[in-house]
């Protein structure tokens, strides 16, 4: 693997460019802590196992229909602790502000805070500011930490992803990140598209609680999409993935602008969907589960693990023919979160 010499916007986002620069610079430290690259570390503080995520917010624009960098910031990092099976408490939030700021934005951004907060059941407890000169931020960025406790017995590992798995998601695709992307740059499109971004702590704590070992891997597809996300549990477990084009939920007008812009859907990123891979004796209870939350109404069994020779994301065309979904290898939609 080649060093690069100098970083790009292609290595924040979350293509195989992001995965090369976090295995040659981040991982070695991670490693150090017997952790590996999950949505938020598994830790143990006294006798209680607790999930830790950090996660930074750089989405442009700042508002966007469905959402605004506060909202998001909440949501992202919420959905990461809970990834890894944490029932998520505390938030931190930090701000880098750049100088010349709208206040009245500034105070929009922190009810927006407020508000996700208490629809997640969270409290931000700590936080930070920083304002640097005009042109060194794009308006602001947002540092969140999460922290959440993880129930003792369980254990959500990619590594535990096996043949006869099958593969859940809650609900639609793409729609956060053609939500922005229209917004930026300005595409008027008929029927509105609104960014999904959303708590799903909810449904993976359902999940967990009726399902418990049975889930094995649970992550939140967003930056480069399903096939970023996953491409790297395949990996993680060693295994082939078939998923069927025809059950991805998808709303007709992010198919539309997709088509029109080149983009595959499946590279584009979600806000509010979990992935989810569970024993496969358990598939219609997992989907009931998904169906009976807030957020999962489109919920669909989209795929299913086929083998363990290697590890691979095939899809399945309605014509019946496959194709291999490679990992993305650089920028799609830059400053997309
Ligand atoms: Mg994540």
Known sequence: ?????????????????????????????????????????????????????????????????????????????????????????????????????????????????????????????????????????????INTSGLGVVPAQINIDPRQVAVGDVLLINGTIADHGVAVMCAREELDVSGEILSDSAPVADITGQLINKLGEKVHALRDPTRGGLASTLNEITTQAGVILEIDQTTLPILPQVAGVCEILGLDPLQVACEGKVLAFVDGSVADEALTIMKSCGGGKQAAIIGQVIGADWPQVRLRTPLGTTRIVEMPPGEILPRIC
């Open 1 to 141: 693997m080649k060093k690069p010499k100098l970083i790009t916007r292609s290595h924040g986002a979350g293509g195989l460019l992001s995965q090369q620069l976090i295995a040659q610079q981040f991982a070695p430290l991670l490693k150090r802590a017997g952790q590996a690259l999950n949505d938020a570390a598994v830790i143990t503080i006294g006798d209680t196992k607790v999930a830790f995520s950090t996660d930074s917010f750089t989405v442009s624009p700042l508002f966007f229909p469905g959402g605004d960098i506060g909202s998001l910031a909440i949501h992202g990092t919420v959905n990461d602790v809970a990834m890894m099976g944490g029932l998520p408490e505390f938030i931190s939030l930090a701000f880098v502000i750049e100088e010349g700021f709208s206040a009245q934005a500034l105070h929009r951004i922190t009810q927006s805070v407020a508000e996700a907060a208490d629809r997640c059941s969270v409290a931000v407890v700590t936080g930070d500011t920083k304002v640097v000169e005009r042109g060194a931020a794009d308006g602001l960025f």
